[in-house]
């Protein structure tokens, strides 16, 4: 079974998408982690601005062994990725890898900004996760341990605008995904709202065998 996890920064979707995976025994990708390296990768190549043809390179070379959690997680980095998202050459790099995860049994949980849409349409259960930008410029503030709201609530905005309002792959709901809007939950909350969605879901999924002849009801 495959769970795809979209929405904007800091909504909490990458938490859900962790907690899910711990609760079905599935295995977990954070698909943003990905356009994070080649971000990172084309800005140590390059430098500012980022041209296209440093970022693509980087994209169809990319070594995940050559980044630590902590650099991939500032919001620099935060930026640099998204500004690279927008190449579609990029995109198409990272989907193989992307596709082959989500097939991994006994199922995968993706969690990005196209997941539903994109790299796995045929997902059997679909998860937006969205939030207020001020609830999600406090939680990232958190986060970060940034001193300052208003730079941190900017860069939301700028990367909600990329993310978009891009050509390729834009952030939007797919028509089948249930929208989670977590601005008044707690994690718990979230994450238990997500898991009844989840099992909303697997239980058209799951096949179950017929009773056996004579034992039916009725
Ligand atoms: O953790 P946060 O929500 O802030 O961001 P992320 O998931 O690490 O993603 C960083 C950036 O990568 C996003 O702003 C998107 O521009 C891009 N991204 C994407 O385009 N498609 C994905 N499937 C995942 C991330």
């Keep these: 079974m495959i769970i795809a996890v979209d929405g904007p920064a800091a909504a909490g979707k990458g ?10 025994g599935y295995h977990f990708l954070d698909t943003g982690s990905l356009y994070r390296m080649v971000g990172l990768a084309a800005l140590k190549a390059g430098g ?3 041209s296209p043809e440093t970022a693509i390179a980087a994209a169809r070379s990319l070594d995940p062994t050559s980044f630590t959690d902590a650099e991939l997680r500032s919001e620099t980095v935060g930026a640099a990725a998204s ?7 990029v995109r198409a790099a990272l989907l193989d890898v992307q596709r082959s995860f ?4 006994p199922g995968a949980v993706l969690d990005g900004r196209d997941i539903g849409t994109v790299v796995c349409p045929d997902a059997e ?3 937006f996760i969205t939030a207020s930008p001020e609830v999600r410029a406090r939680r990232r ?3 970060l341990g940034s001193a300052d709201y208003t730079a941190v609530l900017a860069e939301i905005r700028a990367r909600d605008a990329r ?3 891009r050509a390729t792959s834009p952030l939007v709901a797919a028509k089948d995904a249930v929208t989670l809007d977590t601005s008044e939950m707690d994690i718990t909350a979230a994450v238990q709202a997500a898991i009844d ?3 909303a879901k697997r239980v058209y999924a799951t096949p179950y065998p017929s009773p056996p002849q004579g034992e039916r009801a009725g």
């Design 102 to 105: 989500a097939r991994r049994e």
């Design 197 to 199: 969605a989840v099992d």
């Design 163 to 165: 993310d978009s309002q």
């Design 141 to 143: 503030q958190i986060e």
């Design 48 to 50: 500012e601005p980022i």
């Design 83 to 89: 500004i690279v998202a927008v190449i579609p050459e």
């Design 125 to 127: 259960a679909k998860l």
């Design 15 to 24: 938490t859900i998408a962790r907690a899910l995976a711990r609760h079905y």
